[in-house]
């Protein structure tokens, strides 16, 4: 009845399988190897953290109304009126760099390091309901929330940078090397904003009300508004002991090129992100069992 015709009529030879269908044991079952599951692994992050971006932006921006826009328009309308303000005082800079373009690519890369630090402290907070949810962690929230903000201000230095250069012909030498210097900033700021989250056991209103005036209080040595060649070399030095100092060196070497002398040390800029990022793994880790989330 099965079509293979019955043992005792088919001669056998001996140590020989008896006619029919091969038995489930022989059937090799593929298994994923190691390779396999780490990319099924990775591609279900990264599905999840495109899913908690969406959310992030209808949280932020709402639905309507342009509220996706807003994402940009907010880095550009704060950098450009900076910029805005320095061109029309009239007063030149050293080395005879253009003042908007100088403005831009300082203050709004420094808006994605205000930005990234205030909001992170009520990051768990806001995305509470989603730790219910088996394939969302901490680390996928604040990764999720730190490349909205780079995103955006990559975006919006773009935007500026592209509409400046439309009317004064003062374009980008280097739009690749000014973006690595924009995501060195993002991955520093990522790895300080573990450690901001971590310290939230002690209260998440402490930790914000330390964190927003200190953003506001470094702007002046963070680089943003100066460059280091303007200094005596005797506090190069020690200007060049502050890391973001090195990152918007980098930023204005990509946006101005060879006309003015750089100063950054970019063995000494990885150690520091290595090490804010370890740090706060760890620290965050370490934290996890305190974090109230009620």
Known sequence: MDGYPPASAVPQLPGSRPPGPPPLASVALGRPGPVERLIAGLRIQLIVIGALM??????????HHMGYMWLFFEPMILGG?????????????????????????????YYLFRSILNRSAGALHANAPLFYHRQVTFLDIMISRNLLDGASVMIAVLIMLGGLGAFTDVWPVDLVWMAFGITLILLFCHGFSLIIVAGTVWGTETIERLIHPLTYLTI??????????????EMQELILLIPTVHMFEIIREGQF?????????LVYVTVWILALNLLGLLALRAAKPRLDLN
């Open 220 to 233: 002046p040595i963070t680089g943003a508004f100066f460059m280091v060649f303007w200094f005596p070399t």
């Open 54 to 63: 969406m959310r992030e932006i209808h949280t932020r921006f709402g639905r």
């Open 257 to 265: 090129g060879p006309v003015v002398p750089y100063h950054y040390d």
């Open 81 to 109: 009126c900076i910029a805005g303000l320095h061109a029309l005082s009239g007063h030149g800079l050293p080395g005879g760099l253009d003042t908007a373009s100088f403005y831009i690519v300082g203050y709004t890369p």
